[in-house]
């Protein structure tokens, strides 16, 4: 697996928070969705698709699974009835790597993780792991699915 070491630009976003079981991020998601086809957000350059996972699924009790899944959007969010919020994914030094294939079982976070980390030097970053979903609707294929994986690294002296 390619992995790049790469300067992840400050990203303003629309952010819904998801806790709980990884089984019902969909219903999360869909909120996302209403909101962005409400306001017209279909761009997929403009407004580009993330999830920041706090908690690694495999690990953590589904009543403590935490992630924000968020759309790049430069202005106020404003009140809505979706609780869809203002964050700010920061400029991170990060290691990249793309998967293909399921979101379900995302094979370059594994891979960042468990094997590059530990043999690359680097040191895990403060910022949790973030996905860039790059191609996202209900006509991509989950064989077709690209998810570019940014693990935020800690800055060299």
């Not at 350059?45 to 690990?59: E, I, M, W």
């Not at 379900?104 to 891979?111: D, E, G, H, I, Q």
């Not at 895990?124 to 991509?140: E, K, M, Q, R, T």
Request: glycine share 4%; hydrophobic share 40%.
């Amino acid at each position: 697996m390619d992995v790049e070491i790469v300067i992840f630009s400050e990203t303003k976003v629309a952010a819904i928070e998801h806790l709980g079981s990884p089984a019902l991020e969909y219903r999360t998601v869909k909120k996302l969705i209403a909101w962005k086809l409400e306001h017209r957000l279909l761009d997929p350059l403009k407004y580009r698709s993330y999830g920041v996972h706090y908690t690694d699924p495999r690990n953590t009790p589904p009543s403590e699974h935490r992630v924000d899944f968020s759309l790049s959007f430069e202005e106020d969010v404003g009140p809505n009835p979706y609780n869809i919020i203002n964050k700010v994914i920061p400029s991170v030094r990060c290691a990249r790597a793309r998967d293909i294939g399921s979101r379900s079982n995302n094979k370059a976070a594994v891979f960042l993780y468990e094997t590059w980390l530990p043999q690359s030097g680097e040191l895990a970053g403060d910022f949790p792991i973030f996905f860039h979903y790059v191609n996202v609707g209900p006509n991509v294929r989950e064989e077709d699915m690209i998810t570019d994986v940014y693990l935020p690294l800690k800055f060299l002296q």
